[in-house]
């Protein structure tokens, strides 16, 4: 799905469960922006996957190519329903990401169609000057009870 403006987001409910964290432009913000998301999924009973693997790409990104020396990046998660909102915005409002095909010999290049692939939605929105917000959104399946030591059945859609 190619990304969706503001226009055709729906609108955002303030009340619902929120995880916000100012993080480094750094690897190592991005690193810590997967890991808390982790255990923030986890403390509200959820599965880490795919959300996780959406933070750790859109960290990346807002660590590499949305990076501003001294500026640094916001990860929020938000919970609306069956829906789990990730955004992460960064301070580089001009430099818009663009889903495109990676050279198969490329070494990178190939985030957005990881997050075009895990999320239901995804899009990039303009924040508060000078930042833009890239987010991604996921349907929930809570897990059902399985027999005890089974892992559970459920899993993010």
């Not at 997967?34 to 996780?52: C, I, N, T, Y």
């Not at 930042?131 to 349907?139: F, G, L």
């Amino acid at each position: 799905m190619i990304h969706e403006t503001a226009e055709t987001t729906a609108p955002l409910d303030h009340a619902a469960p929120t995880f916000s964290v100012l993080l480094s432009s750094t690897p190592r913000g991005a690193r810590l922006a997967r890991l808390l998301a982790d255990g923030q999924l986890r403390g509200w009973g959820l599965p880490s996957d795919p959300a996780r693997l959406l933070v750790a790409e859109l960290a990346a990104n807002a660590a590499s190519h949305g990076r501003v020396a001294g500026r640094d990046f916001r990860l929020t998660l938000r919970l609306a329903g069956d829906v789990l909102r990730i955004e992460v915005a960064d301070t580089r409002r001009e430099l818009l990401p663009v889903l495109q095909r990676g050279c198969p010999d490329s070494e990178s290049g190939r985030g957005l169609l990881l997050v075009d692939a895990l999320a239901d939605r995804w899009g990039v929105i303009e924040g508060l000057f000078p930042r833009k917000i890239v987010w991604a959104e996921v349907r929930l399946t809570r897990p059902e009870p399985g027999p005890p030591g089974s892992g559970g059945a459920g899993a993010l859609s």
